[in-house]
């Protein structure tokens, strides 16, 4: 016999979203105090251990408690990189559009690391790519692949020549 009943991890549309807005809420709320906070907020284990150390719960949490101690509590002791003030790293900081971007992606919970799993963004990919060959003057046949950041591009960069002179 087939269990139709929903799984206790499953939410209804409405809590979802109303979960979605609080999320969006907090993120904003960060996004708008950055100037006012410090561009690094490190701490030590022993500070940070009888903040969040203890047991596993036996049973869940609301949705909406668990997102709020993440913002209250842990996001925040790490280096704001998108701050006004920070100049200790280069990671690129976030755009709104481009925050709403990893939302998408992460709830249309993608596999990009074929052509069968992803054609739709797998062709972005390309038209993405296309533009940048046409803007740096490359020929046609030119071509590339858009990494998760420098290490991953730097690992490519250091494969493609040894690749393209026909070693295994």
């Known amino acids: 016999m087939e269990d139709d009943a929903p799984s206790e991890l499953q939410m209804k549309p409405d809590e979802m979203l109303a979960l979605a807005q609080r999320a969006a809420e907090l993120v904003v709320a960060r996004i708008e105090n950055l100037p006012l906070e410090p561009a690094w907020r490190g701490g030590w284990r022993s500070e940070l251990e009888p903040i969040m150390r203890e047991d596993a719960p036996?049973?869940?949490?609301?949705a909406v408690e668990v997102l709020e101690r993440a913002a209250r509590e842990i996001l925040p002791i790490a280096g704001r990189v998108d701050h006004p003030r920070f100049f200790a790293f280069v990671p690129s900081s976030p755009t709104w559009p481009g925050v709403l971007a990893d939302f998408m992606a992460a709830g249309h919970n993608i596999f990009q690391g074929t052509w069968l799993g992803a054609s739709g963004p797998s062709?972005?990919?390309?038209?993405?790519?296309?533009?940048?060959?046409?803007?740096?003057?490359?020929?046609d046949p030119a071509g590339g692949l858009l990494t998760s950041g420098g290490s991953a591009a730097s690992l490519d960069a250091f494969v493609a020549p040894r690749e393209a002179a026909g070693a295994p």
């Not at 036996?58 to 609301?62: F, I, L, S, V």
């Open 58 to 62: 036996e049973e869940g949490r609301p």
């Open 123 to 139: 062709q972005l990919e390309v038209v993405v790519l296309d533009w940048f060959r046409d803007w740096i003057g490359y020929p």
